[in-house]
């Protein structure tokens, strides 16, 4: 369930960005930075992995940190 406290920020990263994504579940995946809305609270990422284009909420505890 995500919490205030587990918000992410994301306003730093921009599109074309390579990320790690860090899942709830401690998994890390990289990827690329698609778009993300103009708060920041939700960023598409083009996963490497190949599990597409994935979009995340600022607020789900996952971690998207640039590489």
């Known amino acids: 369930m995500p919490t205030k406290e587990a918000k992410q920020n994301w306003k730093k990263l921009e599109p074309g960005?390579?990320?790690v994504v860090i899942d709830t579940n401690d998994e890390e995946s990289p990827g690329i930075v698609d778009c993300?809305?103009?708060?920041?609270e939700v960023i598409w990422i083009v996963d490497h992995n190949g599990r597409g284009r994935?979009?995340?909420?600022?607020?789900?505890g996952v971690k998207v940190i640039p590489t």
Do not use: P
């Open 54 to 60: 994935r979009a995340f909420d600022h607020r789900e």
């Open 36 to 40: 993300k809305t103009f708060a920041s």
């Open 17 to 19: 960005d390579h990320v």
